[in-house]
T-cell receptor, first 109, second 114 residues
Framework: QKEVEQNSGPLSVPEGAIASLNCTYS??????FFWYRQYSGKSPELIMS????GDKEDGRFTAQLNKASQYVSLLIRDSQPSDSATYLC?????????FGAGTILRVKS | DARVTQTPRDKVTEMGQEVTMRCQPI?????VFWYRQTMMQGLELLAY????????DSGMPKDRFSAEMPDATLATLKIQPSEPRDSAVYFC????????????FGPGTRLLVL
């Protein structure tokens, strides 16, 4: 069973703080990892992808990957109320993406 | 602004009825995915196509679900007969190449089977 685990939350952070979202996966052979954001009632949209160990930064977002620990995370700096959404971690298991259940993030102003 | 389109956006039907959902992928995209999202199961892959050929439909209940791509601009997902447990949001996504490439999701079809 190829699994992607996320804490469902909600994760509540004050505006301006760093939000840290975590994801673990079960298959060591996975090579590609993604974070999608989904606003309530909307469709998922890709915000970050990461393929190599280490950090990848894009604006206020940083994805971190540790393949040895089978762990991927997303940091959101200077969190804004507009970041309030569900964040889905997705892992490439060869021929398809497997999504986690998502973490609900709430940024309070 | 290229987008994936899906119709209908909402569908309410009675158990036993046939349901057909349609998707128009982004022009030029050669990969199409069908996902189902529920509170309990999250986002699950039902099927995907590359260059109109089905590559994986292992996530789809074969007895009642079918997916096709009659042409490069249309993908369909049919449920016959529908059951209340099929109530979910069905998303279509398209992309270029493999599933690890960026997938662009449509707005979804919200299905309620009574």
């Amino acid at each position: 069973q190829k699994e992607v685990e996320q804490n469902s939350g909600p994760l509540s952070v004050p505006e301006g703080a760093i939000a840290s979202l975590n994801c673990t996966y079960s298959d060591r052979v996975s090579q590609s990892f993604f974070w999608y954001r989904q606003y309530s009632g909307k469709s998922p949209e890709l915000i970050m992808s990461i393929y190599s160990n280490g950090d990848k930064e894009d604006g206020r977002f940083t994805a971190q990957l540790n393949k040895a620990s089978q762990y991927v995370s997303l940091l959101i700096r200077d969190s804004q109320p507009s970041d309030s959404a569900t964040y889905l971690c997705a892992v490439d298991y060869g021929n398809k993406l497997v999504f986690g259940a998502g973490t609900i993030l709430r940024v309070k102003s | 602004d290229a987008r994936v389109t899906q119709t209908p956006r909402d569908k309410v039907t009675e158990m036993g009825q046939e349901v057909t959902m349609r998707c128009q992928p982004i022009l030029g995209h050669n990969t199409v995915f069908w996902y189902r999202q529920t509170m309990m199961q999250g986002l699950e892959l039902l099927a995907y196509f590359r260059n109109r050929a089905p590559l994986d439909d292992s996530g789809m209940p074969k007895d009642r679900f079918s997916a096709e791509m009659p042409d490069a601009t249309l993908a369909t997902l049919k449920i016959q007969p529908s059951e209340p447990r099929d109530s979910a949001v069905y998303f279509c996504a398209s992309g270029l190449g493999s599933p690890r490439e960026t997938q662009y999701f449509g707005p979804g079809t919200r299905l309620l089977v009574l």
